[in-house]
């Protein structure tokens, strides 16, 4: 059973489709990313899944079925814009969050001090939200969000305004709650952490899907056929390729549309190269968001 | 519903629990211990208790009865004789009295008499001194007959069915409805305020987001109105607190004090009128607070709401000289207008059952109705950033 399942829904705001027949699933206990440009219609998508808006047409299925209230408890969800109490202090926030999502006061203190704790917080916990700097409100939300231990995670842009070291910490968090078995859905511009980190994405673009799959599968669908090599010596002439351009130390061989890898691998074995690298170049999802948003390839 | 008593328990500790809002609390009783102590200050001023002469030619105060004893909170002042006016004058220039009469001989005929005084004589102490010329004057008299005109008429009003009476001691009972809808009005307005401007933050401030993935727009709403209930009665609580410590501590030397009391009708209108209202309005400055993108247009558009509430208040000597006209029986009928009215006219007029009846099903169907509109407007406006939730659309979509 995935854990999220949407089917050709729509939504319109007057004359703009903001999600137009989107259709795609998230399975249980995988790194999901979602990701699209600004005004895409990800914030539309993930309101609709979470029963914020009600989708025009297409049905949505969240942990085996329609949105329930007693459903909210097992999901946990950070806007892209943050929403934290400011004028009360951050243990009250946390602790009043904590237990709108089913968990008594002395439950969520017991489960927010570790986090506090994990994160740096502990000794502002009795500081109003306000008086925390932008990163700090960003690591409170996101323990406000894991709390009551979601089956279902969603995150929008979570690492926005992070430095590096916190940066990693989230991410080690992520990793952490999805070995435990949590689904967690990723919502983020920033590529290279949803490459890093995901296992599957959909890119969705003026409200409809240009790329679903696992990551792997997409990149490799991108893929430009050229080869990245590092090897000592003269690589000019090698059978089908048709031009060399260094890149970070290597060469990047960019090949005739119908020339095999592996022939020029055997060329490269044949010449007597000691071959450090070889490998199929694989485009960055950077890259690919940037040709899909620019109508270069991208089908759903 | 345990997240609606938990929206409502962060709602009322969010504001009660708050300097702003203590402030408040007890600004209204300090502002009324002012009041009070002005007024005994005023009467301290008028209460001038140094002893008065008299220079008495006519006889009347030879052997003279003691005067009749005062009424709170006026204190008693003594009377000196003197045997003729060069004394007088001279101990009114010593200082030692603040005034002396001179009571001709020809008083019983002529009814005239002279005062002499060097500052203004005020009321307390010239009042005490034509009661003890008074007494003496009817000492002869029947003691009843001289009771009744020294103490003059005390007339009580009484409705003909008998269930309210009005009379020189218990005329605070009669205003007591028109203080209590007051005050409840300024505790519902008060508790609104806060309300309107807790839903508009949790939009400004994108925690609404947070809050409709955790419960319903129905218990969030729910959670809302009976957390503002609460500080409402927190605030009317506080305030009754300080009333009855008031009562009790002045009873002693304050007369109209000793007859205060609170009547089961009023406590009926309190219930099916002045709740009903109270709910209707928190409703509504919800309502206000979801359609709108800011804290200054929600306070601009609560005039909407406190305008009707006070008219009853501006038009207060068309429902004291005419209670039972039409215009001021529509607006005891009418939603807004009718809490101040109703409870107005509980004090100058005897309600008809039906009156109370039709008027309190109005508030209730009007609570019902500024609830649902509430959650309507809730539901539509909770994630309209920076644009208005016009009102069309929220009945629209019904």
């Not at chain 1, 939504?11 to 399975?27: L, M, N, P, Q, W």
């Not at chain 2, 207060?316 to 009215?341: G, H, K, R, W, Y």
Request: charged content about 20%; hydrophobic content about 50%.
């Amino acid at each position: 059973m995935a854990a999220v399942e949407l089917t050709h829904i729509t939504k319109t705001f007057g004359e703009v489709r903001a999600v137009d027949d989107v259709s795609f699933a998230i399975e249980q206990g995988e790194l999901f990313g979602l990701l699209g440009p600004n005004g895409a219609g990800k914030t539309t998508t993930i309101r609709c899944m979470l029963d914020i808006f009600k989708p025009d047409s297409g049905t949505v299925a969240i942990l085996g079925g329609p949105m329930t209230e007693a459903k909210k408890d097992r999901i946990g969800y950070m806007p892209e814009e943050r929403g934290l109490y400011q004028d009360i202090p951050l243990e009250r926030c946390l602790g009043y969050l904590g237990s709108l999502k089913g968990l008594s006061p002395a439950e969520a203190r017991r489960r927010y001090e570790p986090y506090l704790e994990r994160f740096d917080l502990a000794e502002h916990r009795g500081k109003k939200v306000k008086e925390l700097s932008k990163g700090m409100q960003q690591k409170a939300q996101i323990i406000a969000t894991l709390l009551h231990q979601p089956e279902l995670l969603i995150v929008d842009e979570p690492f926005s305004g992070l430095d590096p070291v916190n940066t990693q910490l989230v991410k080690d968090l992520l990793r952490e709650l999805r070995q435990q078995g949590m689904t967690v859905v990723l919502c983020s511009h920033q590529m290279h952490l949803v490459e890093e980190l995901c296992d599957r994405i959909v890119l969705i673009d003026h409200g409809e899907v240009m790329l679903y799959g696992a990551l792997d599968e997409v990149r490799r669908r991108f893929s430009a056929n050229a080869l990245l090599v590092r090897a000592a010596g003269d690589l000019s002439g090698l059978p089908g390729v048709e031009s060399i351009e260094p890149v970070n130390g290597t060469v990047k061989l960019h090949l005739a549309p119908k020339a095999e890898p592996q022939s020029v691998l055997k060329a490269l074995v044949a010449r007597n190269l000691i071959v450090e690298q070889f490998e199929v170049a694989l485009p960055d999802l950077d890259e690919i968001f940037i040709r899909v948003v620019r109508g270069e390839g991208g089908t759903a | 519903m345990i997240k609606t008593w938990r929206v409502a328990l962060h709602e009322y500790r969010q504001h009660v629990f708050n300097k702003r809002f203590l402030l408040g609390l007890f600004s209204v009783p300090l502002l009324l211990l002012v009041m009070v102590g002005l007024i005994f200050l005023i009467f301290a001023m008028e209460n001038n208790q140094a002893p008065i002469g008299y220079v008495d030619l006519s006889g009347i105060l030879a052997d003279p009865l003691p005067p009749p004893p005062v009424e709170n909170p006026d204190r008693p002042v003594e009377f000196f004789a003197y045997p003729d006016e060069a004394a007088a004058m001279s101990a009114l220039e010593a200082g030692e009295i603040q005034a002396f009469y001179v009571i001709p001989a020809d008083y019983r005929t002529s009814g005239a008499l002279r005062v002499v005084h060097l500052q203004d004589l005020k009321y307390s102490p010239r009042s005490q001194f034509e009661a003890f010329l008074s007494v003496n004057l009817l000492r002869d008299a029947d003691p009843a007959v001289a009771n009744r005109l020294i103490e003059a008429s005390d007339v009580t009003v009484r409705s003909p069915d008998g269930s309210r009476e009005m009379s020189s001691t218990g005329w605070f009972n009669m205003l007591l409805p028109a203080f209590a809808g007051m005050a409840f009005v300024i505790a519902m307005f008060t508790a609104g305020g806060y309300l309107m401007q807790a839903v508009v933050e949790e939009k400004e401030n994108r925690t609404m987001e947070v809050l409709i993935t955790s419960v319903s727009p129905g218990q969030f709403m729910a959670g809302k109105i009976i957390g503002d209930i609460a500080i409402g009665l927190t605030q009317i609580a506080v305030w009754l607190a300080f009333i009855a410590g008031g009562i009790l501590i002045g009873r002693g030397s304050i007369d109209f004090l000793q007859g205060i009391q609170i009547s089961p009708q009023l406590v009926l209108l309190v219930v099916v009128i002045l709740f009903p209202a109270f709910v209707m309005v928190a409703a509504l400055m919800a309502a206000i607070g979801a359609t709108v993108s800011e804290a200054r247009e929600g306070q601009q558009m609560t005039g909407l709401i406190s305008l009707p509430v006070w008219i009853p208040f501006m038009l207060l000597m068309l429902i004291v000289e005419s209670p039972n006209s039409p215009v001021v029986l529509f607006l005891s009928f009418f939603p807004l207008t009718a809490p101040l009215t109703i409870l107005m006219r509980q004090s100058m007029t005897i309600l008809p059952a039906w009156q109370i009846a039709v008027s309190a099903g109005i508030q209730i169907l009007g609570a019902v109705g500024a609830v649902w509109l509430a959650g309507r407007a809730f539901r539509l406006g909770m994630l309209r950033y920076g644009k208005r939730l016009r009102w069309k659309e929220i009945f629209a979509r019904a």
